[in-house]
């Protein structure tokens, strides 16, 4: 009895001791009974008959692959010689590992250890160590119920039946079921990540806002309140732009249009038609002749500009002014005639 207080024991610390193995698997890790029925094969020394052996176990997996049964079975054999019966009671711990995670139809190999406790004819008794092996199908019949055909090798290390007689091997060849207590876990529902916290908007400072709309920020804009559409300089204050009339120049003491003038000023009709801003038209001279005379002469030039240009239909409120500047306004030299053509011209200034 000693003995088997201790294996009863060392089998609830080995149970206990692996059930937190399974705490997150994903398999079936309920507790299960395990019935079961089959016949006892003795070995010829015991000069035993075959017998029914009966048996039920306590069991769980610990992996999808291995599981661990505590296991009480008995048989009651009758003697041939002499006459009479040979009773065994075990308690034993197997474990069973499966070759495959899942499937309807799983086979396994079988080791356990237990106690025997022998009775010949309810005089010769005592309690001996037993080891026991095999193979094993299992088939799934539904969620809670399955199946397991199971034949095995036992040793029973038994020297007290037969005082002249020991160790003994005996085939085991058993049918049963296990049946799983209460209901099968569910995996952990997935934790879902908390909403990060709002950002706080951050603060606009001055190098964030443009209140004109001129693409310079309000603390390198030296000229806040610019209207639309005036081009801008890095200050943010206008800067005087031209349409380029280049080739739009004039013959020497002259003031009417040359004929390869025109081409150019379709152009600047073009372009004032599709930008909505306003032009000063501007008239220049070369250095030749009286400042006077250059400066009637470079009116009259710009004169004949805007008169094209509002002929041609530029609306006449988009001109600001008709200027000659005379020869005060260089571009070039004065002292070749390149130079001297080159300054006899009219621009378009952009205005604010």
Not at 123 to 147: C, I, K, P
Request: proline content about 5%.
């Amino acid at each position: 009895m000693k003995t088997s207080k201790l294996l009863v024991g060392a089998m609830a610390l080995a149970l206990y001791g692996q059930s937190g193995l399974a705490q997150d698997a994903d398999f079936d890790d309920r507790w299960y009974i395990a019935p079961r029925a089959g016949v006892v094969f003795a070995d010829n020394k015991r000069e035993a008959d075959n017998s029914m052996l009966l048996g039920i176990g306590i069991g769980r997996f610990f992996h999808p692959r291995f599981a661990i049964d505590l296991e009480l079975q008995h048989n009651n054999a009758d003697l041939d010689i002499p006459p009479g019966k040979w009773e065994n009671l075990g308690l034993g711990l197997a474990g069973r590992m499966y070759f495959s995670d899942s499937g309807n139809w799983r086979p396994y190999a079988m080791a356990g250890i237990s106690s025997l406790r022998h009775d010949r004819d309810r005089s010769d008794s005592g309690s001996d160590w037993a080891f026991q092996a095999g193979l094993g199908l299992h088939s799934n019949f539904n969620e809670r119920v399955n199946f397991r055909a199971e034949v095995g090798y036992r040793y029973d290390s038994d020297d007290e039946s037969i005082p002249t007689r020991d160790d003994y091997s005996d085939y085991i060849a058993s049918l049963g079921v296990t049946i799983a207590l209460g209901d099968r876990s569910q995996p952990p529902a997935p934790v879902e990540a908390a909403d990060p916290p709002p950002q706080p908007m951050p603060e606009k400072t001055c190098a964030d806002m443009d209140d004109d709309g001129d693409g310079i920020n309000n603390c390198d804009d030296k000229c806040p309140g610019t209207a639309s559409g005036v081009m801008v300089g890095a200050d943010g204050c206008a800067v005087p732009v031209g349409i380029d009339l280049r080739g739009v120049n004039f013959d020497f003491d002259k003031c009417t249009l040359r004929t390869d003038a025109v081409s150019i000023l379709d152009e600047a009709v073009k372009v004032l038609g599709a930008n909505p801003i306003r032009v000063e038209v501007a008239g220049h001279t070369d250095a030749v002749g009286t400042d006077a005379y250059n400066q009637r002469l470079s009116e009259c030039r710009a004169k004949v500009v805007a008169d094209y240009l509002t002929g041609n239909g530029v609306a006449g409120d988009r001109i600001t002014g008709v200027n000659g500047y005379g020869e005060s306004r260089p571009i070039d030299t004065n002292d070749t005639a390149e130079g001297r053509a080159r300054n006899r011209r009219t621009e378009l200034n952009v205005q604010q």
